[in-house]
């Protein structure tokens, strides 16, 4: 089993910058694959970005591609989530995800869905305020 642990959220303002962080302890040789969720209250968790940690293929969601940026440090078995220009629709609880994916063509076409993840964090709450 993988331990993860997040950190980084806040509040701050629409337009703001901020970045997560998720740090895998345990079983890391049973994860090649981190991602982030995130959900906001009355709403299903979703798929935010994810990382293949071996190499570089990265994953996002329509909404914040191009705005959210997932990098990993191997060394430090973490993975940050750099978020732009955030926008009060960003409000919600992050969380962290680990899973060991063997047919990554299979993954890539449903890296957003939270039952391909084996292991969570207990999530860091983003607050983006107008």
């Known amino acids: 089993q993988v331990q993860l642990v997040e950190s980084g959220g806040d509040s701050v303002q629409a337009g703001g910058s901020l970045r997560l962080s998720c740090t895998a302890s345990?079983?890391?040789?049973?994860?090649?694959?981190m991602a982030w969720f995130r959900q906001a209250p009355g709403k299903e968790r979703e798929g935010v970005a994810a990382?293949?940690?071996?190499?570089?293929?990265?994953y996002y969601a329509d909404h914040v591609e191009g705005r959210f940026t997932i990098s990993q440090d191997n060394a430090k078995n973490t993975v940050y989530l750099q978020m732009n220009s955030l926008e009060p629709e960003d409000t919600a609880k992050y969380y962290c995800?680990?899973?060991?994916?063997?047919?990554?063509?299979?993954?890539?076409?449903?890296?957003?869905?939270?039952?391909?993840?084996?292991?969570w964090g207990q999530g860091t709450q983003v607050t983006v305020s107008s």
């Open positions: 995800a680990a899973t060991l994916i063997y047919d990554l063509r299979r993954y890539a076409s449903n890296w957003y869905s939270p039952a391909e993840y084996n292991d």
């Open positions: 990382i293949f940690t071996p190499g570089s293929s990265t």
């Open positions: 345990g079983n890391t040789a049973r994860t090649n694959i």
